[in-house]
């Protein structure tokens, strides 16, 4: 995670989340998710991250369980107004949760890993609807500033998650519904100099390589001015995939 403005230290999910925190995704993304799939009512949250969809998503008066792994996304989960429930595992190993009006999945690695299972799973979770959100960008997937960068820099598939969900899921398992979703990763860091050694860092260069200054370069000259230092912005594109729902 950023530990502090400035501080140069990062950790990949927490640099992810932050973007998150100063994006419109949830805004973008729950409006139409609401539209397709109506209330989500007690609903489970596969993958829930730092749960900006969910907060976003929950009825009043409703309960919230989220399955996440990762420590740093459950300290986020933790605030005030978070999940009623947090369970710490991963989707394969969720056991005894019985089932809830809505199952959500938004942004994880499940449906590009593992489609047909965990859809197997996310049925079994839901007396209702099933909702994916899925990477449908031609761009890379992973590094979450890879789309700052050159192609013969990054090296990640650009294939569209949605292709490969859909080829997988096959003509019997296709998804009764989906629309597209256009937003904007947002990242909002105190200095780019750090954030530039850190992604070179990521990508595997030594330290004298030469490409190190012209990222940094690069990063530059894409950042805007904001109140809390630089931002970075990268248009995004996510699949909404939906099953069961009755609009």
Not at 64 to 91: F, H, K, N, Q, Y
Not at 107 to 120: I, S, T, V
Not at 157 to 180: C, K, N, Q, W
Request: hydrophobic share 45%; net charge negative.
């Amino acid at each position: 995670m950023l530990d502090q403005p400035g501080s140069g230290r990062f950790d990949a999910l927490g640099l992810y989340a932050s973007g998150i925190d100063t994006s419109d995704y949830a805004a973008k993304a729950a409006p139409l998710l609401r539209e397709a799939v109506g209330g989500f009512g007690d609903f489970l949250d596969v993958g829930a991250g730092g749960g900006q969809l969910g907060r976003a998503l929950r009825d009043p008066g409703c309960s919230w369980t989220a399955i996440e792994p990762a420590p740093v996304m459950r300290a986020r989960l933790a605030a005030p107004g978070g999940p009623s429930r947090i369970i710490a595992c991963g989707w394969q190993e969720a056991a005894g949760l019985g089932r809830f009006d809505t199952v959500l999945a938004a942004n994880m690695p499940a449906p590009l890993q593992a489609p047909l299972p965990f859809l197997a799973r996310c049925r079994g979770w839901s007396s209702g609807p099933v909702a994916w959100l899925v990477p449908a960008q031609h761009g890379p997937r992973g590094l979450c500033l890879a789309g700052c960068l050159p192609a013969e820099w990054h090296g990640e598939d650009e294939t569209p998650g949605v292709d490969i969900v859909l080829a997988a899921l096959g003509e019997a398992h296709r998804p009764d519904g989906s629309r597209l979703i256009d937003w904007t990763f947002s990242l909002v860091v105190a200095d780019i100099g750090p954030l530039a050694a850190y992604l070179a860092d990521r990508l595997g260069w030594r330290d004298t390589d030469e490409r190190r200054p012209a990222l940094a370069a690069r990063l530059e000259g894409l950042a805007e001015t904001d109140a809390g230092g630089r931002r970075l912005n990268v248009p995004r594109r996510s699949a909404l995939l939906t099953w069961g729902c009755k609009t």
